[in-house]
């Protein structure tokens, strides 16, 4: 099986990234309201691994956004291409996710990706990091709220209370904590690249109609642990090469 050769000179130390990570985030449009919810595409990417191995899948799943059925999908095996540095790891699943989406038969349109925006130690997370190399509006919906803190929202589905981080100059907004259904735990949506924080959260809860994850996220965690096994099972199968 082909795996997705590591970009030249793609950075190999912590000092390497992080420039990268400053030199980009100057990139960052943040004045864009980005496409209304439930009109056009909307694509969701997750990333899966095998670390045995080294192995990272990632799955592109495009979904109508009014109807949420899959109009497209696409997946990219690839090497972990950095080591695991909380803060970096966009590094580890950048050109695998980038590749899954070069794959796709469509344009993506907004990109959903499971993880963080702005809403990162350093204000560049991957949803910023592939919207500043695609181009494409990106917001991060994330499962825990990282090191940033907020109160409680209220019960019913729609609730928001902003996501927090300490600076020098007193606290900062750097996403939210959006109820998707009614008493279940918040997701932590931040912008990542041409997309206002209003909209993100918009177009979250117009991805969740039943769960508390968006189907776009849903559908390409589903999608990246089932290439993931058959990346695996292809590569012990008897005389089949290992993964390279």
């Not at 019913?156 to 981080?165: I, M, T």
């Amino acid at each position: 099986m082909n795996t997705v050769p590591m970009p030249a000179g793609w950075p190999a130390t912590e000092e390497q990234a992080r420039a990268v990570q400053d030199e980009l985030r100057g990139r960052v449009v943040l004045d864009e309201p980005g496409p209304p919810p439930g009109t056009g595409r909307v694509t969701g990417v997750d990333v899966a691994y095998d670390d045995e191995r080294d192995v990272v899948v990632a799955a592109a799943v495009v979904l109508d956004a009014a109807t949420l059925d899959v109009v497209a999908e696409a997946t990219a095996v690839g090497q972990v291409s950095f080591p695991y540095v909380p803060g970096l790891l966009a590094f580890r699943e950048i050109p695998t996710v980038l590749a899954a989406l070069d794959a796709l038969p469509c344009a993506p349109g907004l990109v959903v990706c499971d993880g963080y925006g702005l809403a990162h130690p350093r204000r560049f997370g991957l949803a910023s990091h592939l919207g500043v190399l695609t181009g494409l509006p990106t917001i991060g919906v994330a499962k825990n709220p990282f090191t940033f803190s907020y109160e409680e929202p209220g019960a019913r589905r729609g609730s928001a209370s902003p996501l927090l981080a300490e600076t020098s100059s007193g606290l900062e907004e750097v996403g939210r904590a959006l109820r998707t259904q009614d008493g279940v735990k918040p997701v932590f949506v931040s912008v990542g690249h041409r997309m206002s924080l209003d909209n993100a959260c918009a177009h979250t809860l117009a991805l969740a109609p039943k769960y508390r994850l968006p189907e776009t996220t849903r559908r390409a965690d589903s999608l990246c642990r089932r290439a993931l096994q058959e990346a695996i099972a292809s590569t012990t199968a008897p005389g089949v090469p290992p993964v390279d």
